[in-house]
């Protein structure tokens, strides 16, 4: 990594602590060491011996934060920062200085999602999704919200939430917003869960910035400033878990869900969607196995054009391109069989993304966007929280 000059006017005074668990302790002194500009610590689970969280270490994490600082960053033990991380985060402090910042989310997740909306609206940010864990991989803080953190969960706290909700809990109840860096600032590369995740596969970004060609993608890179497109908020989020495709809207009571097709249905978009998969399946070159998962790719991407801007905005076709890989890979990763294949076909199966993504495009070219879903029918609809639990969508159970 490139260092950077911090200006403390501009930025603020950001500090940097590594949250570990012992097992991990090298690898975090090293990433601690990573930043000499920034005032940097290891904060170790205090009882590793414990039932299994990570908000012990968290905590402690956060209160590492010294007296001078204005904002602070955790990162946990497995990650690795993206070339000029430095520069990247201090011009993205400077761009939203009053905001929490995650710098990762996962590829399967709902802030995943919210990460490919915005980077196929051109937006630098993605706003977090209301109802999800915060991102907590890689999370700046500002200095104010640090302090709220630690009176709200007590040193000696016996709870065993994991940080990501108690995050999530803590900084909705005050009304911030967590703003998301598209592309990502941290790639995970840890191997082990230490707190039961590997059930949900391989665990990655969703569009990592070291992923992209040196200075391109929307940003937040080194010149990032605070004038460009502001903050997506994507609605609705089109997600892909254990190779089935969701629709997941904001509702005041919670998110709810429909399968992809689910909503084009509802929206009268299924039988041009339909129509597109008819045409691309005979594409010459489209592997031939697993059939299921390729379909429901397909639908999922058309539903993320549907709901783009009607053309690739200047400057994110690489972002673009690294969010459907993602969509692939993070879409299938839990499925063993279908993830390997995924894997070996991902060049193919991100054409055909970006092949359904422009037939979503085409048809919001033609004829608008779609029309909202009635308030009575989003208010009978499943909670999307349903989705991590497995329970099958109406197209599944048809």
């Known amino acids: 990594m490139r260092s950077a000059t911090v200006d403390a006017v501009s930025t603020g ?7 570990a668990h012992p097992r991990r302790l090298a690898q975090a002194r090293a990433l601690a060491a990573a930043f000499p500009q920034w005032p940097g610590t290891v904060a170790v689970d205090p009882f590793p011996e414990g039932p299994p969280t990570t908000l012990r270490a968290a905590r402690a994490a956060w209160a590492a934060m010294p007296p001078d600082a204005t904002h602070h960053l955790v990162l946990q033990d497995d990650v690795r ?16 200085p009053d905001s929490p910042l995650a710098l990762y989310a996962n590829w399967n997740s709902w802030n995943g999602a919210a990460t490919r909306a915005a980077a196929l609206a051109g937006a630098s940010w993605a ?9 907590a991989l890689a999370l700046l803080l500002p200095r104010a919200d640090v302090r709220a953190l630690l009176a709200a969960v007590p040193e000696d706290s016996a709870e065993l939430t994991p940080d990501d909700v108690v995050l ?3 900084l909705a109840a005050r009304g911030r917003r967590v703003l998301i860096s598209v592309p990502h600032l941290v790639e995970h590369v840890g191997d082990e869960s230490l707190i039961g995740n590997d059930s949900y596969g391989p665990r990655h970004s969703a569009c990592f910035a070291d992923d992209l060609a040196p200075g391109r993608g929307p940003g937040p890179g080194p010149e990032a400033t605070a004038t460009g497109p502001a903050p997506y908020r994507a609605d609705p989020l089109v997600h892909v878990l254990r190779g089935r495709g969701h629709a997941v809207l904001a509702h005041p009571d919670g998110p709810r869900r429909l399968s992809s097709r689910g909503y084009l249905r509802e929206t009268g978009l299924l039988a041009d969607a ?12 489209l592997p031939g196995e697993s ?20 053309s690739v905005p200047a400057g994110s076709q690489q972002a673009v391109r690294a969010c459907l890989r993602s969509l692939v890979l ?8 279908e993830y390997r294949w995924a894997l070996e076909q991902v060049g193919p199966l ?19 966007p779609p029309a909202a879903i009635g308030r009575d029918r989003l208010a009978a609809l499943p909670p999307a929280s349903e989705i991590w639990q497995g329970v099958p969508t109406e197209l599944e159970e048809s």
Do not use: K, Q
């Open 127 to 135: 706003v977090a999704v209301t109802g999800e864990w915060v991102p």
């Open 274 to 285: 339909a129509a597109g998969w008819e045409h691309a399946r005979r594409a010459p070159g």
């Open 350 to 368: 991100t054409e055909l993304a970006a092949s359904a993504v422009e037939a979503g495009r085409t048809r919001r070219r033609r004829h608008g």
């Open 330 to 337: 993070g879409g299938s990763n839990s499925l063993g069989r």
């Open 13 to 19: 005074v950001i500090s940097v602590a590594v949250m």
């Open 168 to 170: 999530e809990r803590e």
């Open 81 to 96: 920062p993206c070339r000029d991380f430095t520069a990247r985060l201090a011009s993205a402090v400077s761009a939203h």
């Open 291 to 310: 059939r299921w998962l390729t379909e429901e790719l397909w639908y999922a991407a058309y539903l993320m054009g549907v709901h783009a801007a009607p």
